[in-house]
């Protein structure tokens, strides 16, 4: 009879021990998964982290320039009138309608150059008009090729470049085409200026 009761206990202090032990193993899975878990979360945040950091520096020796894109956004140089501009389209397209873009552009740059020079008028309109003791600084204002030109998308894509500030004319302030021009006024160029360079039918000086 006694050994039934203590057959009995000793089942019971068993089953209390076992489960005892399981509750025990449980939490110590918990507390030892957590842990894990930031391990695994950090693991994943700083595989992200280096492979941003690797992009960049590819990006960086690539050559690409990682700036905000608002800095790359432009501003004219030259806010001019509509009476401005409408000269500066026409004069360019009379003076280099068979130049390639880059010989509009120095067209326009000589043109914006004598605005922002003292020895010239102050406005574009003023400049292409110009006459100094009845000699107009622009043949084509008084042969009738200013007048009657038709500006091409190429010659608009020009003066546009110049206005934002693109300026490939060394500073000059005089051109002509020498196969063109009056003997006369060639020798008044090569005497009193200094020749820069030349582009296309033209050459420029200073």
């Known amino acids: 009879m006694y050994r039934k009761y203590i057959t009995g206990f000793l089942l019971?202090?068993?089953?209390i021990l076992s489960s005892w032990i399981c509750v025990r193993e449980l939490k110590i899975d918990r507390i030892s998964a957590k842990p894990a878990?930031?391990?695994?979360?950090?693991?994943?945040s700083m595989e992200e982290d280096n492979q941003s950091f690797v992009e960049m520096l590819e990006s960086v020796s690539s050559g690409q320039r990682v700036v905000d894109y608002e800095v790359l956004e432009q501003t004219k140089k030259y806010q001019l009138s509509d009476k401005d501009y409408e000269a500066l389209l026409r004069i360019v397209e009379a003076e280099a309608g068979g130049e390639d873009q880059n010989g509009k552009l120095l067209v326009a740059n000589v043109?914006?150059?004598?605005?922002?020079?003292?020895?010239?008028?102050?406005?574009?309109w003023d400049v292409v008009m110009q006459r100094e003791q009845g000699i107009a600084q622009f043949s084509p204002t008084v042969d009738g090729r200013y007048q009657n030109v038709h500006v091409s998308d190429d010659t608009v894509e020009a003066v546009e470049r110049a206005l934002y500030g693109e300026d490939i004319s060394q500073g000059a302030l005089y051109f002509c085409a020498r196969e063109k021009a009056d003997s006369d006024r060639l020798k008044w160029f090569d005497r009193k200026l200094t020749?820069?360079?030349?582009?296309?039918n033209h050459e420029f000086f200073l």
């Open 12 to 15: 019971a202090g068993m089953m």
């Open 37 to 44: 878990f930031r391990m695994e979360y950090l693991d994943t």
């Open 111 to 124: 043109v914006l150059n004598r605005v922002n020079n003292e020895r010239f008028p102050d406005t574009v």
């Open 195 to 200: 020749r820069l360079f030349s582009y296309g």
